[in-house]
Structure formats: C-alpha cells, structure tokens
C-alpha cells in the first residue's frame, strides 16, 4: 500500500506508535490530539465514559471569552480615537454601528491585541512543550484558558518583552513547580498579572496606560489622557461616561474587561454548561454589594468628609462597581477557576463572597491603584484550601458524632473460631 | 423501621439493547469455570488435586485464612485445569462437565429451629457463604464477625442490568428462607429496600424491614442505600447480600443442594435479540451469545453491567456473581476534532456542547473510548451532583491516592464499595481510575487496620 492512499488518521496514528516511549512523544501528542481524540479505551473500572474531558471543558471556557475578545479589538480602537476627539476639543458620545462597530477601530484594535495573544500562545505554550518533553507527561490543557486571559487582562501597550517574561514567570513558577495543571495553589493568569504590576508598575497603573499611545504621546502636542473610571474617582474628580457606557463596556481599561454585559454573557453561558461555579459567582457579586453597601452607608453619614481621598470611591454607587473594573471579568472568568479556587460547595460560598468582599475593599482603600480584584483573588486563592478544610471538618465531625452515638457490637472473639470448627467437622 | 429514600442525585445511564422479557433455556455448556479474581481478597487453597472428579456442590478449594469457608462446584465433571498466574496464584479452575450430572445433598436445614451457628456452619459447608459480603472493605464476609444489619437491594438501576422482578418472580419462597437464616446471624435489622411502585418478590415476605426507593442511578446500589437508612461506623460491620444469590442461598437451605442456576440478562447494543437465559454460574458465555447473535465484530464482553463488570471474551465464563452480560462496540478509533465539536451521540452531566441534557430518556450506544486523555483532578463540584452519599468523592479519592490513613477513615471510606464510584468514574472529565483508586484505598485500610 502505498502512503499516498492512507487517510491522515492512519498516518498520524503510524507516526504515534513510532515516538512511543520516545523524548518527543509528548509534544507529537499534543498536536495530535488537538486533532484527534485519542483511540484509548477503558481498562479499568467503568467500561464506558462521559463525553467530557479537559480539552472540552477548556474549549468551553474559551467560547465564553470570545465575545470579550472581539469587543476588546472594537474598543482599543475607539478609545484611542475618541481620546483623540476629546484632546482636540471635540468630544464624542458612543454610538454603536456609528462610531464604535467600525472598521477602522477593528483594524487598531486588532492589531494592538493580536500581538499580545500570541505571544500569550506562543510564549506560555514553549514552556509547557519544555515543561512536557522534560517531564515525560502529555502537554496539559491548563494554558488553554491562562493563554486568553492574560492579554484581556493587561493594558493594551504593555510591552510584548514584559509579557512574554511575565509569562514565563507565571507558568514556571505560578504552575509548573507545583506540577502542572491541576496542582497550582495561584491562579497562574493572575500570577502573571502581579508579577507585571509589581515589576514595571509604570506601564500597569497610572492614568495614562489604558489607551493605546497615550503614554507615548505624553508631553507632546498630541497628548491623549486615558484616565480609567475608578482612576477619576480616586481623585475625586468626576468621569465623563453614563452608566450604560459602563455596563457595555465603552470605557478605557484593560483589554477585555469593560464590557460588563458580555461578561455576563459569557458567565451565564458558564453557568448554563455547568462549567463555572454559580455559587462562587453569585457569592461573589453578593460580597462585592454588601461590600459598597458599606462604604455607601459611610459616606452617607457623613463619617467621611468630601475632602477626604477616600470619598470618591466610598460614595460611589454600591452596585455600579459591578461594571467597573475588572471585578466582573474576575468574578466570571478567574475566581471560578476550580484549581485554585475552594473545591467544596460550601466552600465556594464563603470563598466567593469574600472575593467580591475584599475586591471592593481593596478598590477604595488604595488610590494609588484604584482595583482590587487580581489581588483579592489571589489572596483568596492562598486562603481556599483552608476555607475547603474547614468545611470537610464539618462533614469529619458529623461522621465522629455519628460514632460516638452509635453502639458498636463486640466483634467475635477466637473462641468462637474453635466453636465454629467444632460445629463444621 | 421501614424508609421511603428519594434519591435525586444521580444520573441514569440509558443505554441501548436492555434485555427482552422473555427467556430461554442455554444449551448446556461443555466447560465450566471459576474465575477467582471475583473472591477479592481472600486467598484460595485447592481441596483437589488436578485431575479430580468432583460432583457438583462438592469443595473445589477453601479460604486459606478460614479453612470452614469452602467455594464448591457448579457442576460434576473433572477439574481439568488449575491456570495459575505470576507467583503460582491461581487465576482460574475450569471443569469439563460430565453428561450425567451428579450433586452433592447436604441435610438440608430448618430455618425455624436452627440456632445461628448451625446456620452459618451449614451456609460455609454448602459454598453459600462467599454469596455474603461484607462492608467495609467490600470483600467475602469474615463468619465470625458480628454484623450490625444486613442489607439487600431489589432496586436495579444499574445500565442493562437485569430486572429482578423478572428474573426472581416466584421465588419468594426461597428469598424468605434466605432471609429468615440470615435474619438469625445478626442481631440487628434485615434491610431490603425495593423500587417504589415496583411489583417486587420482595413485597410480601415477613422478618424483614421493607424500603422503597426512588430516584437515579446510584439509587439502586446497596452502598447509597445504607448510606441513607444505617450509615457504617468505624468498627462496625454490615453484611450485604445480591437478590439472585440469596435464592441460591434459599434453595440449599431448603433442599440441602447448592443449585447455581442463574437467569442471566443477556444484553447490549451489539447484542441482535437481547433476553434473558438460564444458565449456571460458570458456563462458557458463548453458550448463549451466539444463540441471541451479535452484530459486531469488535465487541467488548462484560460480565456484569457497564459501570462495575469485568471484560471477558465470548469464550469466557459467567462470573460467580454476575446475572447480566453486557455486549457493547469496543470503541479504539479516533475521533476528528471530537474535543470541540457539538455531541449528540454521547452521555454526558454538563452541557458544554454536550446536548444529552436535551433529551434525558433517550437511549444511547456508548463504546469503550475514553473520550478523552487521563489528567489530574482538575474540576471540581462535578461528582457531587452524582453523588448521592454523605461523603466528599473528590477528597476522599485524593486521601485514597496519597495513602492518608487517618483522612481515609474520617472521610468515610469504611461506608463506601468501589461500585459506589462508577458514576462519578463515569463523569471523570480528567479520566481518573476512580474505582480502581477506591479499591486500592479499602484493600491498604484492610491491611493496617484490618
């Protein structure tokens, strides 16, 4: 038979056996069965399976982040150019098929974003090939997802060499130490994000980073401002977008997060295929609420003046934090990871709640960088495991008691043994 | 005190080619065998020698640690093969059967008078005792232990399994008897619990403490049951016997004849006329394979139910314990893109472009792939929602897997048989072992513990 005759399954599943055993297997694998399913069969246990594996269920998420994707390309483009309108004196006002679903804003938008996606892919997946080869396992599915949102997560210029560090620091150090996916204890997306803020904060905070050039073009003639809503409030300064800008997402921020209701799109999708937690997602909202329900009431009474830094924020509507910031893309997309989240259903409650908590919290009290979720997921992520142990305690001491009110019959003694022998001969 | 359990947790698993309410009689096999991998845990020592004549219900071999425990033959005929494994372990025995077939009678025995040590004496005697399991640990019942309750399902809804009240109907007298002897080996409760609305052999019979049960699958298994009516303590142990051996166990009681005979479902989509047959533990499948026809050439046999059974072949024999053979496509193709591409054709508990949740009565022909590669634990809250007991599946397999002791016991491990992890196997979207993880948790807790 010649080669030409065989189907590419044939040929690929000929190519398979040859690396069996071999250093390149893994990374051979990989491709392989990203265009196959693999032939393997039940050995053990159960002799027939679910439809599900980890790809489907990461492929899953990827969907519910694409829509995110394709408004990011839209409003990259449109912030720069409406904050080109604003520094020449010409305000504009969104209008949807008028000037923001515009080819032009696409066009920037596009490629301003596509280079930080692959270099997310590309970076992000060299090392989890290496990681593979070296290791002797498949190639895992876990950078699937880590790969998309690191580029909605970060400021549209940050620089390609910072993010294909903080790449590399994120995957090594944020999962592959740990042994890869499904043992990290940190989100590795948000990893990425910290190691970004906290090594070139200049280029991750500030009023000038959210909309492309306007960093560059600061002190020049054509200077463009990009203060973020959260930014103006922690200045006390006022913004100029109505609530549906915010809640669709026409405002400056990250590359992803703005667009509120996609986000809820995307979650409710999540929720609906079972993927996501609902629990943690809800819980999340609620803390975020009581949270700005709080500072809200503060203010009100008056116990903090208008001339105090904290002001602008505390009085902020409690719910209108929801569509600000990052605390919805986080809520929906990173709180929910279920690696480094809480694994227990009760736990996932209190885990969320304190999440959207101290999200809000860490928002109002620190001006400096007016956004809390990345941190409040990671610090909640350290904390999940315990918030897990304490409610399987719960179950352990249900199962004590339990014992403890139960009367254990003696068990029989070799006495009988010698009785029984008797009897059978 | 008799229950109503409602189980919603769960998921049924609705597969093609379950067995036709009729039944015909196999033709009578030449060879028979026991397979002793279906003892898990005890080890054997022969009663015979190669070569032997032994008559049906006579010792083929004992429990080397209980030497009264003897398992006995099918038939009568010669003991032509003892296969033995790696270390001399014996793997199989298979016995050519004569044409005249002769039995061995014990005295048989008076339930009504007989005291407890006599019952268990004459149940060890017979080969009717490795018919009782026990929990924990999931193995042969220790005879002299003292067991809190024992527990019997007539609630089937395992895939393809075969429907008790079909195969048991008019056997009440043999259940009673059964359940009379037992009742006397514990002083505790016989629990039986039977579908809810379902005409059961179970209905009518007295000295035992009737339950109904409703809801998915795991509902059926005896795990989720006691689970819900007398959940098991540390140092406690429950006996638990199948409804198709305690006839068995009712006949030789009544007769003094170990008669193995088993209505076996005879079941799966590669089957051509799924039914049930008649047949004896031991006989060679194909006895009734061929007369029902199969429609496949790559087919995987299972001696028991998809989610718990074990793969045989056509030439292989009826298990000790199993009364359904399963028949379903090996599935060791590839699959173009089958990682992102809507599914119809397939089970699944979510809804990632999985579409079974549109219509959860349809039948479906699942094969043997694993639809996916084998990863770590990766999602979570997954197995709780077919998971019905009391219990954390994911940690509990994680304390199983890094050989925690301690963790074990507290997160009840004593209260669970690897059966109970089918379905969350079942859903496994990292492809784990769950039960074969479970296994070798009971067998490590069994070792330190005992």
């Given at each position: 038979m010649s080669h030409k005759k065989l189907t590419l399954k044939k040929r690929l599943h000929i190519i398979k056996h040859s690396l069996r055993?071999?250093?390149m297997a893994p990374a051979f694998n990989a491709f392989h069965t990203f265009l196959f399913t693999p032939d393997e069969t039940t050995?053990?246990?159960?002799h027939v399976r679910g439809a599900d594996d980890l790809k489907r269920t990461m492929n899953t998420v990827i969907l519910a982040l694409l829509p995110v994707l394709v408004f990011s390309f839209f409003n990259t483009g449109y912030q720069f150019y409406a904050a080109i309108d604003a520094a020449n004196g010409t305000p504009r006002t969104v209008d949807l098929?008028?000037?923001?679903?515009t080819w032009e804003n696409f066009w920037l938008g596009f490629t301003q974003v596509l280079p930080l996606l692959i270099v997310s892919y590309g970076v992000g997946l060299l090392v989890e090939f290496i990681f593979a080869v070296i290791k002797g396992h498949e190639v895992e599915e876990g950078y699937l997802v880590t790969g998309m949102l690191v580029p909605l997560i970060v400021?549209?210029?940050?620089p390609l060499w910072m993010l294909a560090v903080a790449v590399v620091f994120g995957v090594v150090i944020g999962k592959e130490v740990f042994g890869g996916t499904g043992m990290n204890i940190l989100n590795p997306a948000l990893t990425i994000r910290a190691f970004l803020f906290f090594a070139y904060p200049t280029w991750m905070s500030?009023?000038?980073?959210?909309?492309?050039q306007a960093v560059e073009r600061t002190?020049?003639?054509?200077a463009i401002s990009g203060e973020t809503i959260l930014g103006s409030l922690a200045q006390n300064a006022s913004y100029s977008y109505s609530t549906a800008d915010m809640f669709f997402g026409f405002i400056p921020g990250?590359?992803?997060?703005?667009s509120a209701f996609l986000i809820l799109l995307g979650g409710l999708f999540l929720v609906f295929s079972k993927i996501a937690s609902w629990r943690i997602m809800l819980s999340a909202v609620i803390g975020a609420l009581v949270m700005g329900l709080i500072f809200n009431g503060v203010a009100d009474m008056g116990?903090?003046?208008?001339?105090?830094?904290?002001y602008g924020l505390m009085s902020f509507?409690?719910?209108?934090h929801l569509i600000v910031g990052g605390l919805a893309f986080g809520i929906v997309?990173?709180?929910?990871d279920p690696v480094t989240g809480s694994q227990t259903n009760r736990g996932k409650w209190i885990y969320g709640f304190l999440i959207g908590f101290i999200s809000v919290m860490i928002r109002v009290f620190n001006p400096a960088y007016p956004e809390g979720v990345f941190l409040a997921i990671l610090l909640m992520n350290v904390f999940a495991p315990t918030i897990d142990h304490y409610v399987i305690r719960a179950n352990v001491r249900k199962r004590l008691k339990r014992l403890k009110n139960a009367t254990i019959l003696p068990q029989a003694d070799a006495g009988k043994m010698e009785e029984l022998q008797a009897e059978t001969v | 005190m008799p229950t109503d359990i409602r189980i919603k947790k769960g998921l049924n698993i609705n597969l093609v080619g379950a067995a036709e309410p009729s039944t015909s009689q196999a033709v009578s096999s030449n060879t028979y065998a026991i397979n002793?991998?279906?003892?898990?845990?005890m080890t054997p020592k022969m009663a015979v020698r190669e070569g032997a004549e032994v008559q049906?219900?006579?010792?083929l071999f004992y429990n080397k640690?209980?030497?009264?425990?003897q398992f006995v033959s099918p038939?009568?005929?010669?003991?032509?093969e003892i296969e033995r494994g790696a270390?001399?372990?014996?793997l199989t025995l298979r016995i050519l059967a004569d044409k005249q077939q002769r039995v061995l009678k014990h005295q048989p025995v008076d339930v009504a008078k007989a005291d407890a040590d006599a019952i268990r004496a004459f149940l060890l005697q017979s080969g009717c005792w490795p018919f009782i399991w026990q929990r924990?640990?999931?193995?042969?019942?220790?005879?002299?232990s003292v067991p809190k309750a024992i527990f019997v399902s007539a609630y089937v809804t395992a895939?393809?399994?075969?429907d008790i009240n079909y195969t048991l109907k008019g056997k009440e007298k043999e259940l009673q008897a059964a359940l009379d002897a037992l009742g006397?080996?514990?002083?505790?409760t016989v629990h039986v619990s039977v579908g809810k609305g379902e005409d059961s052999?179970?209905?009518?019979?007295?000295g035992i403490s009737l339950h109904t049960v409703s809801g998915?699958?795991?509902?059926?298994l005896v795990g989720t049951q006691i689970n819900r009516i007398d959940p098991i303590n540390k140092g406690e142990r429950v006996w638990t016997v199948s409804p198709q051996d305690l006839v068995i166990i009712g006949e030789a009681l009544l007769t003094g004849i170990f008669n193995p005979k088993r209505t076996v479902a005879l079941a799966g989509?590669?089957?051509?006329q799924p039914k049930y047959y008649t047949t004896r533990i031991?006989?060679?499948?194909s006895t009734f394979l061929y007369a029902s026809g199969v429609?496949?050439?790559?087919c995987r046999v299972i001696?028991?139910?998809?989610?718990?059974g074990s793969k045989t072949r056509p030439e292989g024999h009826l298990g000790f314990y199993n009364n359904a053979v399963s028949v379903i496509p090996e599935g060791d193709d590839y699959e173009f893109f089958g990682w992102n591409k809507p599914v119809f054709n397939k089970i699944s508990n979510t809804r990632a472009l999985t579409f079974s949740w549109l219509r959860p009565k349809k039948k479906y022909d699942l094969d043997?792939?694993?639809?996916g590669e084998h990863r770590a634990?990766?999602?979570?809250?997954?197995y709780e929602e077919v998971?019905?007991?009391?219990?954390y599946p994911m940690q509990l397999l994680k304390a199983c897997m890094y050989k925690d002791i301690d963790e074990m016991e507290q997160l009840g491990?004593?209260?669970?048989?690897p059966e109970d992890f089918a379905l969350t196997e079942f859903i496994c979207i990292s492809k784990q072992p769950h039960q074969q993880i479970i296994r070798e948790g009971l067998d490590l807790l069994q070792k330190e513990i005992g």
């Amino acid at each position: 038979m010649s080669h030409k005759k065989l189907t590419l399954k044939k040929r690929l599943h000929i190519i398979k056996h040859s690396l069996r055993g071999k250093k390149m297997a893994p990374a051979f694998n990989a491709f392989h069965t990203f265009l196959f399913t693999p032939d393997e069969t039940t050995h053990s246990g159960s002799h027939v399976r679910g439809a599900d594996d980890l790809k489907r269920t990461m492929n899953t998420v990827i969907l519910a982040l694409l829509p995110v994707l394709v408004f990011s390309f839209f409003n990259t483009g449109y912030q720069f150019y409406a904050a080109i309108d604003a520094a020449n004196g010409t305000p504009r006002t969104v209008d949807l098929f008028g000037n923001f679903l515009t080819w032009e804003n696409f066009w920037l938008g596009f490629t301003q974003v596509l280079p930080l996606l692959i270099v997310s892919y590309g970076v992000g997946l060299l090392v989890e090939f290496i990681f593979a080869v070296i290791k002797g396992h498949e190639v895992e599915e876990g950078y699937l997802v880590t790969g998309m949102l690191v580029p909605l997560i970060v400021p549209v210029d940050t620089p390609l060499w910072m993010l294909a560090v903080a790449v590399v620091f994120g995957v090594v150090i944020g999962k592959e130490v740990f042994g890869g996916t499904g043992m990290n204890i940190l989100n590795p997306a948000l990893t990425i994000r910290a190691f970004l803020f906290f090594a070139y904060p200049t280029w991750m905070s500030g009023d000038k980073v959210w909309v492309h050039q306007a960093v560059e073009r600061t002190g020049t003639a054509d200077a463009i401002s990009g203060e973020t809503i959260l930014g103006s409030l922690a200045q006390n300064a006022s913004y100029s977008y109505s609530t549906a800008d915010m809640f669709f997402g026409f405002i400056p921020g990250s590359v992803g997060e703005t667009s509120a209701f996609l986000i809820l799109l995307g979650g409710l999708f999540l929720v609906f295929s079972k993927i996501a937690s609902w629990r943690i997602m809800l819980s999340a909202v609620i803390g975020a609420l009581v949270m700005g329900l709080i500072f809200n009431g503060v203010a009100d009474m008056g116990w903090v003046g208008e001339s105090s830094r904290f002001y602008g924020l505390m009085s902020f509507d409690f719910w209108k934090h929801l569509i600000v910031g990052g605390l919805a893309f986080g809520i929906v997309y990173m709180a929910t990871d279920p690696v480094t989240g809480s694994q227990t259903n009760r736990g996932k409650w209190i885990y969320g709640f304190l999440i959207g908590f101290i999200s809000v919290m860490i928002r109002v009290f620190n001006p400096a960088y007016p956004e809390g979720v990345f941190l409040a997921i990671l610090l909640m992520n350290v904390f999940a495991p315990t918030i897990d142990h304490y409610v399987i305690r719960a179950n352990v001491r249900k199962r004590l008691k339990r014992l403890k009110n139960a009367t254990i019959l003696p068990q029989a003694d070799a006495g009988k043994m010698e009785e029984l022998q008797a009897e059978t001969v | 005190m008799p229950t109503d359990i409602r189980i919603k947790k769960g998921l049924n698993i609705n597969l093609v080619g379950a067995a036709e309410p009729s039944t015909s009689q196999a033709v009578s096999s030449n060879t028979y065998a026991i397979n002793l991998s279906d003892f898990h845990g005890m080890t054997p020592k022969m009663a015979v020698r190669e070569g032997a004549e032994v008559q049906a219900g006579e010792p083929l071999f004992y429990n080397k640690d209980f030497p009264e425990m003897q398992f006995v033959s099918p038939v009568s005929g010669e003991l032509v093969e003892i296969e033995r494994g790696a270390r001399r372990r014996i793997l199989t025995l298979r016995i050519l059967a004569d044409k005249q077939q002769r039995v061995l009678k014990h005295q048989p025995v008076d339930v009504a008078k007989a005291d407890a040590d006599a019952i268990r004496a004459f149940l060890l005697q017979s080969g009717c005792w490795p018919f009782i399991w026990q929990r924990p640990y999931d193995v042969i019942a220790d005879p002299l232990s003292v067991p809190k309750a024992i527990f019997v399902s007539a609630y089937v809804t395992a895939p393809l399994a075969a429907d008790i009240n079909y195969t048991l109907k008019g056997k009440e007298k043999e259940l009673q008897a059964a359940l009379d002897a037992l009742g006397k080996l514990t002083p505790g409760t016989v629990h039986v619990s039977v579908g809810k609305g379902e005409d059961s052999p179970f209905a009518g019979l007295k000295g035992i403490s009737l339950h109904t049960v409703s809801g998915p699958h795991p509902a059926g298994l005896v795990g989720t049951q006691i689970n819900r009516i007398d959940p098991i303590n540390k140092g406690e142990r429950v006996w638990t016997v199948s409804p198709q051996d305690l006839v068995i166990i009712g006949e030789a009681l009544l007769t003094g004849i170990f008669n193995p005979k088993r209505t076996v479902a005879l079941a799966g989509s590669c089957v051509k006329q799924p039914k049930y047959y008649t047949t004896r533990i031991g006989a060679e499948i194909s006895t009734f394979l061929y007369a029902s026809g199969v429609n496949e050439t790559r087919c995987r046999v299972i001696n028991g139910d998809v989610l718990t059974g074990s793969k045989t072949r056509p030439e292989g024999h009826l298990g000790f314990y199993n009364n359904a053979v399963s028949v379903i496509p090996e599935g060791d193709d590839y699959e173009f893109f089958g990682w992102n591409k809507p599914v119809f054709n397939k089970i699944s508990n979510t809804r990632a472009l999985t579409f079974s949740w549109l219509r959860p009565k349809k039948k479906y022909d699942l094969d043997t792939n694993t639809n996916g590669e084998h990863r770590a634990f990766v999602v979570t809250g997954q197995y709780e929602e077919v998971f019905p007991m009391d219990i954390y599946p994911m940690q509990l397999l994680k304390a199983c897997m890094y050989k925690d002791i301690d963790e074990m016991e507290q997160l009840g491990l004593y209260e669970v048989a690897p059966e109970d992890f089918a379905l969350t196997e079942f859903i496994c979207i990292s492809k784990q072992p769950h039960q074969q993880i479970i296994r070798e948790g009971l067998d490590l807790l069994q070792k330190e513990i005992g």
